[in-house]
């Protein structure tokens, strides 16, 4: 019972990472057309330091993200186990 419950949790872990991943690359690059566009346009910032500016991702946008999903995925694990035999 344990084995299935660690593989339903991996498998729902990798589903998660490759669903959040694409809305974090996207997030970062918007950001960082913004931040060029702003640079070319009419700021002296060097590429440095807006390289160093979205090094990391927010972490207001990845916890948004992460509470998104476990809306999203609240449930699946309920009806998972309606789906088990003798549960």
Same mark, same amino acid.
């Given at each position: 019972?344990k084995k299935?419950?660690?593989?339903?949790?991996? %498998? @729902?872990?990798? !589903? @998660?990472? %490759?669903?959040?991943? =694409?809305r974090?690359e996207? &997030?970062?690059? !918007?950001?960082?057309?913004?931040?060029?566009? %702003?640079? /070319? /346009?009419? #700021? /002296?910032? %060097? /590429?440095?330091?807006?390289? !160093?500016?979205?090094?990391? =991702? =927010?972490?207001?946008?990845?916890? &948004?993200?992460?509470?998104?999903e476990?809306?999203? #995925?609240?449930? @699946? =694990? !309920?009806?998972?186990?309606?789906?088990?035999?003798?549960?």
């Amino acid at each position: 019972m344990k084995k299935i419950i660690k593989e339903q949790v991996k %498998t @729902q872990v990798k !589903a @998660q990472v %490759t669903r959040i991943l =694409p809305r974090i690359e996207e &997030s970062v690059n !918007a950001q960082l057309e913004a931040e060029v566009l %702003t640079r /070319s /346009s009419h #700021s /002296s910032r %060097t /590429s440095y330091a807006v390289a !160093a500016d979205l090094k990391d =991702p =927010p972490l207001d946008q990845i916890k &948004s993200l992460r509470d998104e999903e476990k809306k999203e #995925s609240m449930h @699946q =694990p !309920a009806l998972h186990l309606n789906q088990l035999p003798g549960v």
